[in-house]
């Protein structure tokens, strides 16, 4: 590198230092906004597209018959009052939802939820945590959405119950009359009909009665969350599967220490998680210590908040490089990658910058699982070295493999 | 926002491609989950401070969301990414460029006050200003090339990917946007400095 080169790569270090929480700022802003007008968008093209093609059937219709003024969209009462688009709706009682052409939603206690849109044939009703039940008048065009957390039920004329609850990731549907079709994590479109229930949580389980393919085994194996199951083994005492010590045992409480943090040394995650994304994350990406930032991290990963578990190690990279655990952070993005060219990337950067750490051995043998598919030439190089370093470590042989 | 398993290997990133060329609601969740960073911050230094970069990157998103359809690689989506969003960045700074020759004034809708953030000290304010300013007169190409490799730290191949470039003409970018760069910083001390100072590692 020359010593130009070094000078911009200085000031190009300097500058995304100095912007790091600006970016952070946007990005979190994005993560809610993007997603949300991104689905309205999508809805809206394919509106406009439908709304296209029923103008230019309508300019040929209209010679031969009278054209018939469009339907209304629906309309619906919160309680006693009317309701609107968009408005959130949390009750600590149950309030039902009344629609204009007879169909009905009850909120359960402290459910929230928004109507999002409505047209003539149906609406889309948005939950974001507690319970609901439905009752949907069926008509050849109806079309309703509910989008329960992360899961989408879409719906043409049937009565079911449904829930999400955010801190324990879990979804219920239970259908009483007519069929859903149900979408989401761990679930692929699957159709859901009277009879049935699907209860979706970090414990993957199905309730009673026939769910002949909403089975653990129709899911897709690649989905199943790392939690904990009945039918698994605990974890090994002192390292877990990936390789990282798991949440440390519950320490004393130390004097101005978040709850969240407490929460995590006790073992609970997914509530310190929670409670880190309910309180504000930004803040505690920039005031938080290394070692916290990397307890947050490595608990998000765990319970599955790629996000905040990516967003934590990213800062812990930026604020703090240099130090051991900004490589222990490249070693959890490392982890946290969908793409094995990226993983290799990350446990590349944690080897170069802790060549002799405690997951050095762990890095390499991961390094090697994504060679053996996408690098075979790679692989063998790194074979050798991870057999010169740890002849008897546990990629040791599949590191012989590689040889062959 | 859906929650979704982080998936390894590049089997996961199979599956993943997979799940959003079929427009699933939780791939799509993930997809925001995971490049909204990267593309804020691909916007930022491609860009700098502007009142409309949440706006942009907005847009960025309803492209790139509108595309999936098209994705195969998973491998190749965070490069897919960065082109979109690179392409975006730059069909708008060709055209402010042709706008303001046009109108002779700036179109640049840099906040007046852009990097004033309780969060930046007055040297980082000075240097995010001072760095941008003399970005703004390069060619956007150029400018492009710079602030992907040195402020993203992209290597030399992912930039050429993002830009959709050769990497011999993205060397031929980046130093001729070193050369520029330097000929505009001689006259502000704080980009001297840094740009002069002994390398600390």
Redesign the interface.
Known sequence: MSA????????????????A????A??????????R???R??RV?VGVVALAAALLLVVVGALAVRITPPAPSLGFEVGDRAGMVGEWVANTAPVPLAFSDGSSVLLGADTRAQVTNATARGATVRVERGHLSASIMHADTTAWTF?V????VLVTGTRFDASWDPVR?KFELKLLEGSVVA????L??KRVVAGQQLDLSPVPQTVDRPLEAITPEAL?S?????GPSTTQEPPPPQTSRDGVSPAPPRSPRSPGEPTWVRSLRAGDEADGVDQVERSGLLKVL?GRTAKDLLLLADAA?RV????T???AY?AVRRRFPRSSESARAAFGLG?????????RRWFSTYLREAPDGSLAREALGRML??QL??EPLQAKDTARRYLERWPQGPHARLAKKALE | ?????????????R??AQRLSEG???A???F???F??H???L???TLG?RTD??DL??QV??EL??SLSTVRD??R??GWVSQVTVNTCRTLLRRERRGRWLRLFSSSEEAPEAWA?D??DAR??A??KA?YSVLEGLDADERIA?SL?????LSIDETATAMGLSTATVKRRLSAA?EH??EAAQSVPL?ME????A?ER
């Open positions: 130009d080169d070094a000078g911009f790569r200085r000031l190009g270090r300097a500058v995304r230092d100095a912007q929480p600006l970016v952070d946007a990005a979190l802003a994005a993560r809610g906004v993007d997603e007008s991104a689905r968008s999508t093209g989008e957390g992360p899961y989408e990731q979408s989401g994590p761990q692929p479109r897709p690649e989905a199943m969350p790392p920039q990963r599955s908040h790629p996000a578990s990516s967003a990213e982890l946290l990658q969908p793409s094995g060219a990226e993983a699982e994504t598919t996408d | 926002m859906g929650q979704v398993v982080p998936l390894r290997g590049s089997d996961g990133a599956t993943w699933q609601p939780a799509r969740a993930w925001v989950q995971q909204s960073h593309v804020a911050s916007v930022y230094s401070s970069h949440d990157v907005q998103f309803l969301l509108g998973g491998e989506l965070k953030d969060r930046l980082q304010v240097l995010l760095t710079f490799h040195y402020l993203e730290e070193r760069f330097r980009l840094v740009l002069e100072a390398d």
